[in-house]
Structure formats: structure tokens, C-alpha cells
């Protein structure tokens, strides 16, 4: 008799189904696994066998094969433990196979018999889902596991002996509710960045059209601050948007006890970082830090101080929104849809523009450490701005007061939900003027006469190449749209203003 156990394994968010065939045969005593499995996977054998020992069970004198098919995809991580020992107790007769067959496990097994948290139950939990099958997953995940259906099957136990318990009648397990787990906002505001009110001006700008925006400024002029409160002025995620967010956390295991992520992400990793920790893949193909911030923020700062390679690599997830980690055996692809906010001093020491302050290499500094970073990737970038130092005075001012976060946020929404109403043709992920095909934003009446004959006037003076145009018109659009009167025609003010983004800015 073969056993036959349903798990997955893992390429990015897709799932490829596994077969976990247990035999146990004449033969010399010995334990096997076949299928291609990672060092993980092959250490299974002994966590399976230490968690039977303690349920007083002991493998049969025999040959025992365990065969993960399709034998030539590659099977990496400990969730293979349960599949291999609910096979093996199914090919001893102990659980009856009609007992398993409607179900996909995962798990990984603790050699007190106890089933540990894993990764990935919630990508898992939705392809079962989509097959009409049931889930056998740990009890630490099982919360995360039904959020995928409200009517799905769904086992959750904390031990072995609970899931055997289960099967036989002596014990019943209740299905795990989805219990939302509050994902509290950090609590930073707009309003507690003093001054500034260009550089907020542009944060607007680039959250209501997703728009890629670079702060240039000396140490100390509130860039970090503002990056920080990017995503407290963008629109709450919707149910699809944070659904295929916590399935990266998922992967990653990164993701909440128990709840969903439902607040924005951001991330702002170190210009220390790896490729493959910003990008993804690793020894275990892993979602990078620009997946982990898909539908989100991705902060970089001191842009030059990141590895030419490292930035070089975002261009191609910038234009496409997702991450391919190509490698022999397989290509992984993850979503990577994020907003990217940078920011840099206009030199090595950051004091260019401050005649006292500049260091003798003064503007000669300027123009090497803003080289660093290359043409084509500070043509990724929409919004260009110069974020000055503020006097003691001005951060002293109690008189000043600034918009909070909500009314921001508010301007915000309303100017996506224009964008929405206008491409609602498209996937709601692609409707923003930053990602819609240009073709949608050039059509006939797009710019007014005065708009177009600025934009003659202007566009051989700044040199744009093609994207930067295209970029230009795209944040005119935007701008349009933040326009309390909702002009359907980009405007000669709305271009002009696009434009004075658009410039690079030196100190």
C-alpha cells in the first residue's frame, strides 16, 4: 500500500502541488526520502521519527520510502514534516487514508510530537481553497489560515496526538476563526514637521499619484521625518490589496499573529543591504524588502551610499511591479508594486549650499556625489526636491500651524478615486497615473492650449528623454486631479508645476 499526503511547495506567491507518497516495505530497516529535497526536508526523517518515539509508536523494522512528486521540483523547508507523518501513520494503518484525502498539510513536526508554526499556511490556505480541499495546518497559524474562506475545513492542531484524537472521534477540533489583528497606525503626523511646505506639497503629490519622489537637503532638514509620514497621508489598503500583502508576510514570516496586514507598509532598509535582501532570494528564495513593501512605501536613504549594483537592480521591479529572482533550477517572481521615496545630502558632507559650512571641494564635491547614482535609475524618479534647512526661529514658531495627516490623507483618496472612476477599465492595482499605460493619458483634448505651448516652450530647455516626459505629463495628471475644481484638462499651472518637480535639483 503508498500512502498519498497533498502539500505544496513554494515558487513566489504561485503554489505547485506535491504528492507526499509514503510506502513501507520488505527490506532492510532504513528511512528514506526521495523528490529532490533540500537539507530541511531530508532532516524530516528524524523529526518524524523522535515525534512518533514520544506518542509510543515506533517506525516498522522495514523499508520506509517517502517520495515527494513530482520528484523534479525542488522541496525546501520544514512544512514537508507533517505530509511525511501523517503518510507514514497512513501506510501503518494507524489514520485511515479516506481520513486525509480532502485535505492539504502543512507543518513542521517538534520532536514532542508538538506541530510548530511555518511559513506560507496563508498562500497554502487560499490554493486550497480555490480546489475545494480542506487544511491541515498548525495551530499558531490556523487564524491566519481562515482568512482565505469562511467556509473552508479547516484542522488546526497543537500536537499530533490532537490531530490522531481528532480522526478517530475521541476528540473534536473546532476550526480557527479569522480574528483581525489590530495593525496600529505608528502615530506620525504631517503636522509635527515644521515648515517645509514644498517638500509636503510634493509628498501629497506623490502619494495621490503613486508617484516615485527624491528629497535632496542637508544633515538635519526633516527628509527622514517626512519619508516617515508618507503612508499616514495614502489611502487605507483594500481587502484584495492587504490579502496579497500579508500572503508575502506569509512567506516571509513576517506576517501578524492571528490577523491580516490592513495599514500600509513601510520600509526603509539600511544602504548597507544586500541585493538579495532588497530584491529577494537568498539560499531560500525569500520576498526582498521592496516586496515586503508592495502596495506600500519603500524609503531609501542616503541613496548614493547604497551599492551600484544594488540600485541598478530596482529599475526593471520600478517599471514592472514585480521581483524576478531567476535562477537555474527555477525563476521565483514576487509582487513588488511599492512607492519608492529617496533622499540624499547634495554632497559627502551635506553642507553644499551653506557658504560657511561647504567643505573646501565645494561644487566640485556636489557634482561627484550626486554622480553616483545613475542616469537611468534618477530617471525613475517623478518628483524632484530641494528640502532646505529650517532657522531656529522657524522651528520655534508656535504661530505656524500645518495640515494633519487625515486631511491630507483625505485630498488624497478623493484624487485616486478620480483616477479610479477614469481607468476603471483597469485592475484597481494599475489605476494611478503613475502605472496606467500612457496611452490613457495622452488623448485628444489631454493638455490645453496654453499647457501644450508651455510644454513646447519648455521641453527642449530641460532635455527630457522620453520617459521624463512621459513622467512629467503623468504628475501634471496628477496634480490635475488634487485640483479642488477636477479639471479634466491638464492646465498650463498644473504642467508648469509638474515641471519645477521635474527639474533635478542641485544645491
Not at 526593471?316 to 535562477?327: H, K, Y
Not at 514576487?334 to 557658504?355: I, S, T
Not at 494633519?404 to 489605476?431: F, G, H
Request: aromatic letters at 4%.
Amino acid at each position: 500500500m503508498v500512502a498519498l499526503v497533498k502539500t505544496v511547495a513554494f515558487h513566489g506567491l504561485d503554489i505547485q502541488p506535491i504528492d507526499a507518497q509514503v510506502q513501507i516495505s520488505n527490506g532492510l530497516p532504513a528511512f528514506t526520502v526521495v523528490g529532490l529535497p533540500d537539507k530541511a526536508v531530508a532532516e524530516s526523517r528524524e523529526r518524524v521519527r523522535a515525534a512518533l518515539t514520544s506518542l509510543g509508536l515506533s517506525l516498522p523494522p522495514k523499508k520506509v520510502t517517502v517520495n515527494l512528486a513530482p520528484a523534479d521540483v525542488l522541496k525546501e523547508g520544514a512544512h514537508f514534516d507533517l505530509p511525511i507523518a501523517i503518510g507514514v501513520l497512513t501506510a501503518m494503518n494507524i489514520i485511515p487514508q479516506d481520513a486525509i484525502d480532502d485535505y492539504i498539510v502543512l507543518g513542521e513536526m517538534g520532536l514532542d510530537s508538538g506541530i510548530r508554526k511555518c511559513n506560507g499556511v496563508l498562500p497554502a490556505a487560499v490554493h486550497a481553497n480555490e480546489r475545494e480541499l480542506g487544511l491541515i495546518c498548525p495551530a499558531d497559524c490556523g487564524m491566519e489560515a481562515a482568512w482565505a474562506s469562511a467556509d473552508m475545513d479547516i484542522l488546526a492542531p497543537k500536537s499530533l496526538l490532537q490531530l490522531l484524537n481528532h480522526i478517530k472521534g475521541t476528540q473534536v477540533l473546532s476550526r480557527p476563526s479569522a480574528r483581525l489583528t489590530k495593525n496600529e497606525k505608528d502615530g506620525k503626523c504631517l503636522s509635527e514637521v515644521k515648515g517645509q511646505k514644498l517638500a509636503k506639497r510634493a509628498l501629497e503629490i506623490a502619494a495621490a499619484g503613486g508617484h516615485n519622489l527624491l528629497m535632496i537637503g542637508p544633515p538635519g532638514s526633516g527628509k527622514s521625518m517626512l519619508a516617515s509620514r508618507m503612508h499616514s497621508v495614502m489611502p487605507d489598503l483594500s481587502s484584495s490589496e492587504a490579502l496579497e500583502l500579508s500572503m508575502i508576510h506569509s512567506l516571509a514570516g513576517t506576517l501578524p499573529d492571528g490577523g491580516l496586514i490592513t495599514t500600509r507598509p513601510y520600509r526603509d532598509p539600511h544602504h548597507s543591504a544586500s541585493l538579495p535582501s532588497l530584491i529577494g532570494g537568498g539560499h531560500k528564495v525569500k520576498p526582498g524588502e521592496i516586496s515586503l513593501a508592495h502596495n506600500g512605501v519603500l524609503f531609501l536613504d542616503e541613496l548614493p551610499e547604497f551599492a551600484r549594483s544594488t540600485l541598478e537592480a530596482l529599475r526593471q521591479p520600478i517599471e514592472t511591479g514585480s521581483a524576478l529572482v531567476a535562477r537555474v533550477n527555477s525563476h521565483v517572481t514576487f509582487p513588488a508594486r511599492f512607492q519608492m521615496v529617496a533622499a540624499m545630502n547634495p554632497c559627502r558632507c551635506g553642507y553644499l549650499d551653506d557658504a560657511e559650512r561647504a567643505c573646501r571641494k565645494a561644487p566640485l564635491c556636489g557634482q561627484d556625489y550626486q554622480s553616483k547614482i545613475s542616469g537611468p535609475m534618477i530617471d525613475r524618479f517623478d518628483l524632484f526636491v530641494h528640502v532646505g534647512s529650517l532657522s531656529y526661529a522657524e522651528l520655534t514658531d508656535e504661530s505656524q500651524t500645518s495640515e494633519t495627516s487625515e486631511i491630507v490623507q483625505e485630498r488624497v483618496s478623493n484624487a485616486r478615486e478620480l483616477q479610479s472612476s477614469r481607468y476603471e477599465d483597469l485592475d484597481d492595482k494599475e489605476a494611478l497615473n503613475a502605472r496606467v499605460p500612457y496611452r490613457l493619458i495622452e488623448h485628444d483634448g489631454y493638455l490645453s492650449t496654453e499647457a501644450k505651448a508651455l510644454l513646447d516652450k519648455t521641453a527642449p530647455q530641460l532635455n527630457l528623454s522620453a520617459r521624463g516626459l512621459h513622467r512629467t505629463l503623468r504628475l501634471a495628471r496628477t496634480i490635475a486631479d488634487l485640483d479642488p475644481n477636477k479639471s479634466t484638462s491638464i492646465l498650463d499651472k498644473h504642467l508648469a508645476e509638474a515641471l519645477s518637480y521635474r527639474r533635478r535639483v542641485t544645491a
